[in-house]
């Protein structure tokens, strides 16, 4: 069945990057999309990038000087690696199989804290 | 870009009772538009995508309609279960609304 698992830090300083691996499986990654979608604390969700099955990349604009999402095919693996974090960056951070245009599967997310 | 308004941000009713919640687009969507459920401390699910068609395994209880800029999302005969936050999400630029809490009276 269709699954992804986010993995990372769950502690980071300001001003540090953020580094995040979704591992999936039920899925080639060759054939369908994945997203990072993240969550502040008690707040809405924010769309942050994608990466499509022919390996290109679309960013969320606001966030697009600081994002990078990469993959490795043979590991089944996406990567999310975002610079400059600051304390409002602090979220739970989901990856999803983007289907189209819309999320149909998401990952448990991850807790990521930005602090000293 | 398109900006999604979601209402009301929170919502009480009983069980057995039918919920609906509102999103309003900014602009035509086109029924470009899907509705997730959030239960507490869990992931988001996907419930409705291309406005109105019920994703697999999701109680025929949720509906989705809408045209233009209104979109709704019906439940009928509210279950215990069914407590949770709602958001919808429009596929230009995957905007999504900010949510709607719903809890039982």
């Known amino acids: 069945q269709v699954q992804l698992k986010e993995s990372g830090p769950g502690l980071v300083q300001p001003s540090q990057t953020l580094s995040l691996t979704c591992t999936v499986s039920g899925f080639s990654l060759t054939s369908n999309s994945v997203s990072w979608v993240r969550q502040p604390p008690g707040k809405g969700l924010e769309w942050m990038g994608a990466i499509w099955s022919g390996g290109s990349t679309d960013y969320n604009s606001a966030l697009k000087s600081r994002l990078s999402i990469s993959r490795d095919t043979s590991k089944s693996q996406v990567f999310l690696k975002m610079n400059s974090l600051q304390t409002e960056d602090t979220a739970i951070y989901f990856c999803?199989?983007?289907?189209?245009?819309?999320?149909?599967?998401w990952g448990q997310g991850v807790m990521v804290t930005v602090s000293s | 870009d398109i900006r999604m308004t979601q209402s009301p941000a929170s919502l009480s009713a009983s069980l057995g009772e039918t919920v609906n919640i509102e999103c309003l687009a900014s602009e035509d969507i086109y029924s470009d538009l899907a509705w997730y459920q959030q239960k507490p401390g869990k992931s988001p699910q996907l419930l409705i995508y291309?406005?109105?068609s019920l994703q697999n395994g999701v109680p025929s209880r949720f509906s989705g309609s809408g045209s233009g800029t209104q979109y709704s999302l019906k439940i009928n005969s509210l279950q215990s279960e069914d407590v949770a936050t709602y958001f919808c999400q429009q596929y230009n630029n995957y905007t999504f609304g900010a949510g709607t809490k719903l809890e039982l009276k």
């Open positions: 291309n406005a109105n």
């Open positions: 999803t199989r983007l289907q189209w245009y819309y999320f149909d599967y």
